[in-house]
């Protein structure tokens, strides 16, 4: 079975590895941000959910190390045919940066490179390498797809807050919905999660709320496979057997108080019902008094460090 290299957001490493031996896979090597798995041939037709990206491994050698000496010693086996551009990212400190090191494999490879280095951007019609070192080896792959795993096709709009979609799959898939539940997403925005959860669970059915229209109108466009709707996160229905959510964390958006919607939540929850949310980490450490934490994953997103907590109501 070939060699794939995943690449995932900092905290779903795990998930991931889950979701991918799920599919029957092996995963062989987990690291921040990356699986290296031995994948069947299903694979390409059924990528997993919860990958930023997946490239086809080509070539591995040593890390090189620090130095730029020990970088330009690196030679491959593997080579690009056609144009071509290449992304590199390592752990560590080095005495080079990311752009010798795309450079550097980008002449050893070959073919015709596109370096990124000034700012220039490749042209559309190319293939895409991708370069991680990562303490111990020096990974060589290639994108088999046209553009990047978390590029949704179903995305066709967005608005401010969307969440990033893999992140979305992670949550979908803690919150294990079955058949016939009722699924609630409070702050619906343009609907990834409603999106990637009937994804997961089609026979599901899936409900949001949106106090934007544009946020609504943007759901709507993104999939006719879920109901969105104009209201109040505190004024909801039920029974619901799971409410998946990412309410607003005060950064781009905000709503103030979160505590009249937990109440709200609480209410429409059916008796086995979960919760399954994005939040700040403040946020989450107010829930503790009020709910049961069943699971807890810290997450590293543009720059920020919330966390996904799966919650049921403490009975009083």
């Known amino acids: 079975m070939p060699l794939v290299l995943v690449r995932t957001v900092s905290g779903l490493e795990g998930l991931a590895a889950e979701e991918i031996a799920a599919g029957g896979h092996r995963v062989v090597d987990v690291s921040k941000r990356q699986l290296i798995i031995e994948a069947s041939d299903e ?19 040593p890390d090189p190390g620090r130095t730029k000496d020990g970088l330009r010693s690196v030679s491959l086996t593997a080579q ?8 590199a990212s390592f752990v560590g400190e080095r005495n080079f940066n ?13 073919g015709e490179y596109h370096s990124r280095r000034d700012g220039a951007r490749p042209p559309a019609q190319r293939s895409e390498w991708r370069v991680v070192l990562d303490g111990k080896t020096m990974w060589i792959g290639v994108r088999p797809y046209d553009v990047p795993l978390h590029r949704r096709a179903w995305r ?14 992670a949550m979908a898939r ?8 009722r699924v609630l997403d409070p702050f619906c925005g343009a609907g990834t999660l409603l999106v990637e959860a009937h994804a997961l669970e089609p026979a599901a059915s899936y409900r949001g709320i949106d106090r ?5 109108a943007a759901a709507r466009a ?10 109040d996160a505190a004024r909801v229905s039920g029974p619901v057997h799971r409410i998946v959510t990412n309410p607003p964390w005060g950064v781009r958006l905000a709503v103030g108080d979160l505590t009249p919607y937990w109440r709200a939540w609480r209410r429409v929850l059916a008796p086995d019902g979960v919760v399954v949310a994005l ?22 997103v543009a720059g920020r460090h919330p966390r996904i907590v799966v919650l049921t109501p403490q009975r009083i």
């Open 43 to 61: 694979l390409l037709g059924r990528p997993p959910r919860l990958a930023d990206d997946v490239f086809l491994v080509r070539d591995a050698v």
């Open 222 to 231: 993104n999939s006719a496979a879920v109901q969105v709707q104009l209201g």
């Open 80 to 87: 690009a045919l056609g144009p071509f551009a290449v992304s």
């Open 98 to 110: 990311r752009y010798d090191v795309e450079d550097h494999v980008g002449a050893v490879l070959g």
């Open 174 to 181: 803690l919150a294990r919905i079955e058949p016939g539940m």
């Open 212 to 216: 934007r229209a544009e946020a609504v």
């Open 279 to 300: 939040l700040s980490q403040e946020q989450a450490a107010l829930l503790e008094t009020s709910w049961t934490v069943q699971a807890a994953y810290d997450l590293s």
């Open 156 to 169: 066709q709009r967005t608005v401010v807050g969307s969440l990033h979609p893999p992140v979305a799959a």
